[in-house]
C-alpha cells in the first residue's frame, strides 16, 4: 500500500483502469491506465509512460471534438445564408470570430452555439435574430 497525497490515507493499491474524461458533452474511455489508485478519493498516480498516454489520447480527443464543432458551426452557418462577417455582427465576437470558430481555434460562447443550434432547427427565425442584432 502506498499513501494517498490528496487525503493521506494509506489505501492507494496499484491496478490497471479506464479512466473516463467527458468533454464537451462527449465521453472518452481511456482504456487500462496503470497506476496507483487510491480507495478513498479515488486520487490516480500513474504508472510512468502512462501519464504521457492518457494526455495523448484526450489530446486527439478533444482536438476531434473541436473540430467536429467547427464543422458543424460552418454548415449552420452557411445554411443561413450568413458570411462569416455578418454572422460576427449578428453572434459578436469580432470579425474574425467565425473563422476562428470554424478552425477550431477558438471556442465560441455557450450563448452563441445555443442560439446557433436553435437557428439550425428553426431557420426562418433568422429574420427575427437580425431586427435585435
Not at 21 to 47: H, M, P
Not at 77 to 95: C, I, Y
Not at 96 to 121: M, Q
Request: a neutral charge; one cysteine or more.
Amino acid at each position: 500500500m502506498k499513501t494517498c497525497p490528496s487525503c493521506g490515507t494509506a489505501d492507494m493499491g496499484f491496478d490497471s483502469r479506464d479512466i473516463p474524461f467527458n468533454y464537451k458533452g462527449e465521453r472518452l474511455i481511456v482504456e487500462q491506465i496503470r497506476g496507483w489508485f487510491c480507495s478513498t478519493c479515488s486520487e490516480a498516480l500513474f504508472d510512468d509512460g502512462e501519464g504521457g498516454r492518457y494526455a495523448a489520447e484526450i489530446d486527439h480527443f478533444v482536438k476531434m471534438i473541436d473540430s467536429t464543432q467547427g464543422e458543424d458551426l460552418r454548415r449552420i452557418r452557411r445554411k443561413l445564408h450568413l458570411s462569416q462577417k455578418e454572422a460576427a455582427q449578428l453572434f459578436g465576437g469580432g470579425v474574425n470570430a467565425f473563422s476562428e470558430y470554424e478552425r477550431g481555434v477558438t471556442k465560441p460562447a455557450k450563448s452563441t452555439l445555443l442560439l446557433l443550434k436553435i437557428l439550425d432547427k428553426h431557420p426562418d427565425l433568422v429574420e427575427e435574430v437580425r431586427r435585435y442584432a
